[in-house]
């Protein structure tokens, strides 16, 4: 699948921390897609401080796939981060990003696609939608971490109902929009979502929500001890120093 720079409707952003197992069905599973839906994407892998193999994965997968591009970042970034410089580098007409296992299908960027044609100025899938489905439950540990989650997010941070998901890694943005949130993005970690949502809302983006079908990904690399801990951290950062 060869790629022109100019005709480009789609980057798909895909973070990467130690996905050998999960890269290849990413990358596979995407391109037949894009193949389907004929669509002209590219597709960029950001790899976050990596210590297994997924980057020797997506080099000899770049043999095949042409419209495919790797970013390696040596030492742990964060995930905010490794979507912020591949942001950077994307040069579609949409910019999106999808958690590595894929959890959602992409025939859901359909979905988001037609939110963006439609005048809206990003467009973020959902699994609390009605229409929502969720394939695999999380574990009941992360299920009520959610639950609290979701609660300092309402009370705290202000995030308003009708972004009822705030952390659904299928996101997509129109490439100037996208420009613009990343480059003013200071969060590294996980609670980027959350810093990205407030600039949204500060800027005025027209935002529009779709339902996606979801399944849970066990082999998530989130501590539920140390992880929450960051993510905490994460929110008094954006709720008392970036003043959103």
Known sequence: MTVARSKLLLSL?????????KIERDIRQANRYFKKARINAEIIVSTDGITDKTNLIVLHLQKKHKNLKLISHKKKIGKGAAI??????AQGKYIMFADAGYCVPFKYIRSGIALLEKGNDCAFGSRALAKSKIIKKQPLYRIIGSRVFGIIVRNVIKIPKTIEDTQCGFKLYKKNVAKKLFKELKTKQMMFDIELILRVLKHKYRVGIFPVAWQSDADTKF??????WENIKDLLKIKLLYRL
């Open 13 to 21: 952003i895909i973070p990467a921390y130690n996905e050998e197992k």
């Open 84 to 89: 912020k410089a591949a942001v950077s580098k």
């Open 223 to 228: 501590n539920p001890i140390t992880g929450s």
